[in-house]
């Protein structure tokens, strides 16, 4: 070699634990780790695009839906009762079945949950609908027209259920003996024009409410 030089071998690396013929293992590679968070974004995108399929199309079932009950003959909504959950419509059955059996009445029952029963099993002399809990609820309120709507959802008036721009008596239908002002707030019920009391003391509360607002 040049100059004399000579190459010597350079020692091995002790590494405690390791046997002569034994190999170093690799370092563990950073591959998986971002294998797996493609995966993980992947089917984020998928399950996200999957909710939002879902919500358009609860939103066109609503639609539809409404879009059915505005075409209802006169007679079949001259009494419309509306529940934004079914546990609420238990108490709404007896008057429905009452007008149906006793005076002939043709009844409307309009719904916010697609898993109401009542949509699935229909009853002689009730038609129903489901017009859902997202955009499609706002507008069947302001556009709602029928002589008579009938609710157990107290707060007419604020935020999605409003009164309609047509001539509509509303009446409101307690589903609980709690009292009128000390579990509800002030003015739950000045926007109804009747209210169906479960007992005297119900009556007593609402009438002083109307005496103090001016109702």
């Known amino acids: ?53 879902g919500l358009i199309r609860g939103e066109l079932r609503a639609w539809r839906s409404l879009r059915r009950f505005q075409r ?5 909504r001259r009494i419309v009762f509306f529940c934004d959950s079914p546990g609420m419509a238990s108490h709404l059955d007896p008057i429905m079945r009452c007008l149906v059996d006793d005076f002939g009445h043709h009844l409307a029952y309009v ?16 038609e129903s609908f489901c017009v859902g809990g997202g955009i499609i609820l706002p507008g069947f309120f302001k556009t709602f027209r029928a002589p008579m709507l009938v609710s157990t959802t107290p ?6 259920i409003q009164r309609s721009a047509y001539p509509v008596h509303y009446a409101y239908v307690h589903h609980a003996m709690v009292s009128t002002h000390m579990i509800y707030q002030g003015d739950a019920f000045d926007r109804f024009d009747s209210i169906f009391c479960t007992g005297p003391h119900h009556e007593r509360e609402t009438r002083a409410r109307e005496a103090q607002a001016g109702l």
Do not use: C, W
């Open 1 to 53: 070699y040049p100059f004399g030089s000579s190459i010597r071998a350079q020692p091995k690396k002790f590494i405690p634990g390791l046997r002569p013929h034994d190999t170093p293992s690799r370092p563990p590679s950073s591959a998986a780790p971002r294998r797996n968070f493609a995966l993980a974004v992947v089917e984020g995108r998928k399950a996200g695009a999957q909710a939002m399929s």
């Open 72 to 76: 209802l003959q006169a007679k079949a």
């Open 111 to 126: 719904t916010t949950a697609p898993s109401d029963t009542r949509l699935t099993r229909p009853s002689d002399g009730i």
């Open 155 to 160: 707060g007419l008036g604020k935020g999605p």
